[in-house]
């Protein structure tokens, strides 16, 4: 799912574990606990403006009306993220099919 990837993302490559919430949603298609946890749950992050956005950050995107999906900035206007049924990919989220989905850009406390 679209959090596991971000969560294997910064602890692998950064060194930032990140909670999993792995018993907070059976499967990545329960999409109202994941708007809920992707949306709701920004605690540890701080908004970024769109242009100041770097790697590491994460790109929240709505699926539908919610924010519930999210991926990671690889390199600023192209980003890391997976699709339900899909494997991982890197996209452009400017310009492309992405970039009327982007809700916002966040930093993680701990990458700032």
């Known amino acids: 799912d679209c ?9 692998e490559l950064a060194g930032v574990e ?5 018993d907070r949603y059976v499967t990545g298609a329960d999409r109202q606990a994941l708007a809920a946890l992707i949306g709701g749950e920004l605690g540890d992050w ?3 403006v769109s242009g100041s956005e770097r790697r590491f950050d994460g790109v929240l995107m709505r699926e539908g009306s919610y924010p519930r999906h999210i991926g990671l900035v690889v390199t600023p206007g192209q980003l890391l993220h997976v699709q339900p049924g899909g494997t991982s990919c890197i996209e452009r989220y400017r310009g492309g099919i992405l970039a009327n989905r982007v809700v916002g850009f966040y930093r993680h406390q701990q990458h700032a």
Do not use: D
């Open 3 to 11: 959090w596991g990837l971000v969560a294997l993302a910064f602890a």
């Open 46 to 48: 701080l908004p970024v």
């Open 18 to 22: 990140l909670p999993s919430y792995a």
